[in-house]
Nanobody, 130 residues
Framework: VQLQASGGGLAQSGGSLRLSCVGYGFALNDYHIGWFRQAPGKDREGVSCISNGRGTPHYADSVKGRFTISRDIAKNTVYLQMNSLKPDDTAIYSC????????????????????????WGQGTLVTVSS
């Protein structure tokens, strides 16, 4: 299981970026996917997660209404569209995958920021200037 995250860069406050998480050697749709970020001097935090089944994706309160997570099955990719960026969004963003093993999507969503993931992609740096 190999993941590659990309799409980071420099954006101005209020701007947008789209991050991509591509799976290699496996079907990403067999896995639940989470996006996490770590800002300098801070702990890693969950940003958003999407199950491989039904249900509404989950977002951290700090990004709700600004970020959107989605899948493109044909491209074996999960995206994180980030709009209305703020300087506080500056961080290294990483994606992670865990094989679907929960009884329902809602169970996954209830713990998606705290479970142990099977694989992690390398991070991509997002810098938002004020």
């Amino acid at each position: 299981v190999q993941l590659q995250a990309s799409g980071g860069g420099l954006a101005q406050s209020g701007g947008s970026l789209r991050l991509s998480c591509v799976g290699y050697g496996f079907a990403l749709n067999d896995y639940h996917i989470g996006w996490f970020r770590q800002a300098p001097g801070k702990d890693r935090e969950g940003v958003s997660c999407i199950s491989n089944g039904r249900g509404t994706p989950h977002y951290a309160d700090s990004v709700k209404g600004r970020f959107t997570i989605s899948r493109d099955i044909a491209k074996n990719t999960v995206y994180l569209q980030m709009n209305s960026l703020k300087p506080d969004d500056t961080a290294i963003y990483s994606c992670a995958a865990v094989r679907s093993r929960y009884s329902s999507s809602s169970v996954y969503y209830s713990r998606c920021f705290s479970i142990r993931y099977d694989a992690w992609g390398q991070g991509t740096l997002v810098t938002v200037s004020s």
